[in-house]
């Protein structure tokens, strides 16, 4: 018995070691609540709701086959994470993501997806669509727009040297009408989606498109875009609400932007070289918390803009900017006191008279371990036995009144499975080899585990 707490101690140090913000031990932190801003209740909720999950992996594959085949048949078998092996993935045709399914590479693997399609402008195109979908994401990703042999996106030189460059911001570079291909968008109907750890590269217009809700996108880069001129072109575009960004970085595309009903949405610690932009009719109360902005000299917007007030709609209240860290070499620093709150007053960011939240953070969470019960190793209210050699029973009892994320690991402390169960159910196990396995599962803030073994 003391061998079965053993591992189950070390299992609760490694999780809590890799737990990161977002995940599903990302919590609110109540003491640092502040009752004069009530928004702070709504900021906790962005981002995927409960954490990103941890899914196992349902398959690996390499890239021989159809990854719109391997998604559509991990969907129909209850999703999982398909590993992608290393190597370039050619994506010919938009992919439409399903719920519950997630494309995964190993950390630092050389995976690349590779977009080869085009599009023209009266008829823009995402490479990856989510349409309708929850609970699916890329983990470790490369995505890639393959534009024409010998033209590049014109950048000009890095933030903090050079000139003005105009020609940076135009469409169709070098006469190519066809680079309308977007990378990423995820709809209106989609919602606790997620992309981490990736990198979205050189895409033909907007990296990324969010109009769905409680999304989250951290430790990924997007960096490059072909064309960046008027018209909507070239834009990191957040519509949404309740959206997280952590980690997030944005370099040299047109802006950042936060329009059309984006509210509640959070910024948090990113990194940014072009502008966050309040386009046209955001919905206000958007937080943008400790970020970092560095706006070069030839990109012709300041760090936090607005929409032409000729041309767009004006932004919405109590969007707040707070602790960031923000240099425009047009002017040098400014929305960088870490004592003072800044907002819009029509189309300008201002300072407001704003009284600074009570214990320094509008963004009140915390990461919290859920630690496991050494009292029992098995809740009286979850019973696990064997059905043959090949697969476990889980009987869930009519006092539980949740579902129950159920996690199998081996001794390494690897997933091997999970699955969310909220009554009797059978999980097949036959592909598991000979071995000590770990059953972990949470009711309340009560964690438990349960040795099982295969022949």
Not at 37 to 55: L, S
Not at 85 to 98: A, D, P, R, T
Not at 145 to 171: I, K, R
Request: aromatic share 12%.
């Amino acid at each position: 018995m003391r061998f079965v707490f053993f591992i189950i101690y070390l299992m609760a140090v490694s999780n809590l070691a890799a737990q990161r913000v977002g995940d599903s031990e990302w919590v609110i932190d109540e003491s640092k609540m502040d009752a004069a801003y009530t928004e702070m209740q709504e900021w906790a909720k962005a981002g995927v709701e409960g954490g990103i999950r941890k899914v196992a992996i349902y398959k690996t594959i390499d890239n021989t086959v159809d990854i719109q085949n391997e998604i559509d048949f991990c969907s129909l078998n209850g999703g999982g994470a398909l590993l992608l092996q290393e190597g370039e993935y050619l994506i010919s045709s938009v992919i439409n993501m399903k719920s519950n399914v997630v494309l995964r590479a190993n950390e630092n693997s050389n995976v690349k997806l590779i977009v080869t399609f085009r599009a023209e402008n009266s008829d823009v195109k995402y490479a990856f669509q989510f349409s309708d979908v929850e609970y699916a994401g890329f983990e470790n990703i490369h995505i890639e727009f393959d534009g024409p042999e010998g033209v590049e996106p014109v950048d000009g030189e890095p933030w903090n040297t050079g000139g003005w460059c105009g020609e940076c911001y135009q469409n169709n570079p070098s006469g190519q009408s066809n680079l309308w291909v977007g990378l990423v968008k995820i709809d209106a109907k989609s919602k606790n989606n997620w992309i981490s750890d990736c990198m979205l590269y050189k895409s033909g217009t907007n990296p990324l498109l969010i109009e769905g809700s409680n999304n989250t996108i951290r430790n990924t880069l997007v960096d490059r875009c072909y064309n960046k001129g008027s018209g909507g072109a070239g834009y990191v575009d957040i519509r949404g609400k309740y959206n997280l960004f952590y980690e997030f970085k944005v370099k040299r595309i047109r802006h950042w932007a936060f329009q059309w009903g984006a509210k509640y949405n959070v910024s948090y610690k990113c990194y940014s070289e072009v502008d966050i932009n309040f386009h046209q009719k955001d919905e206000g109360s958007n937080l943008f918390q400790e970020n970092t902005l560095r706006i070069a000299y030839r990109h012709g917007w300041g760090t936090f803009t607005a929409g032409d007030p000729n041309m767009h709609g004006k932004p919405g209240l109590n969007n707040l900017i707070y602790k960031n860290d923000c240099i425009y070499r047009w002017y040098g620093a400014k929305y960088s006191d870490p004592n003072m709150i800044y907002t819009y007053e029509n189309y300008v960011a201002k300072e407001s008279e704003l009284p600074l939240p009570k214990h320094g953070t509008f963004y009140s969470m915390m990461i919290q371990d859920i630690p496991l019960s050494i009292e029992k190793n098995q809740s009286d209210k979850i019973i696990i036995s064997y059905v043959g050699n090949s697969a476990i029973s889980v009987l869930v009892s009519d006092q539980v009144n949740e579902k129950i994320n159920f996690e199998i690991y081996d001794m390494n402390g690897r997933l091997i499975k999970n699955t969310m169960i909220d009554h009797t159910q059978i999980i097949n196990c036959s592909d598991f080899k000979s071995g000590i396995y770990v059953c972990r599962y949470v009711i309340g803030n009560i964690g438990y585990a349960k040795k099982v073994r295969f022949l």
